[in-house]
């Protein structure tokens, strides 16, 4: 899992290196998902990356019968993950990355239930790793790591301190982190 993650800090580091016009311009998050999708396929040769991909071979990914996780269409049912690192025949899903904004309103709720759902390994189509990110102009603001459906705790404060470490996170003025 480790490794996984590094590659993430290194796709984010590279995102953050090349693609300071897309953040200084406020550009939105499907622009910025892209971009870090890119820098994220350059880091897991011999897997697919793909952004907002619902399928599994012919399959689309939904949510379970009264699951709690909220989706993304009007009928409640479909999960459109932001950037997956998977092979697209085969029930092999490794890695669901979700992109924010800093400046992003909307309840981050959202994607941490997004995550837990596509983590979840009572789900056929099931990822082993889910990271969200947050990001602002300079770093990432806030990070997470889930596994098996839930916050991987003492992942996401090692996730968080290779972030700080690479220079790529964030602290606010007063020195608390965000």
């Known amino acids: 899992m480790q490794t996984a993650l590094n590659k993430v800090i290194t796709a984010l580091q590279d995102f953050y290196a090349q693609e300071s016009f897309l953040l200084e311009r406020d550009l939105g998050e499907r622009t910025l998902t892209h971009r870090l999708a890119v820098y994220v396929e350059r880091q897991f040769a011999g897997w697919q990356v793909d952004c907002n991909y619902d399928r599994l071979g012919e399959r689309t990914l939904k949510l379970p019968r009264g699951s709690t996780v909220s989706s993304d269409d009007h009928l409640g049912k479909s999960i459109y993950p932001d950037i997956v690192v998977h092979q697209r025949d085969i029930p092999n899903n490794l890695l669901a990355i979700e992109l924010r904004k800093d400046s992003n309103h909307q309840p981050i709720e959202h994607d941490q239930h997004k995550l837990q759902g596509l983590t979840d390994p009572h789900v056929w189509f099931a990822y082993e790793i889910g990271v969200l990110v947050t990001l602002a102009r300079n770093g990432v603001s806030f990070s997470e790591v889930y596994v098996g459906g839930g916050i991987?705790?003492?992942?996401?404060?090692?996730?968080?301190?290779?972030?700080?470490?690479?220079?790529?996170?964030?602290?606010?003025?007063d020195g608390a982190q965000h």
């Open 152 to 173: 991987e705790r003492v992942t996401s404060l090692w996730f968080a301190e290779r972030l700080r470490a690479s220079g790529l996170k964030e602290t606010r003025d």
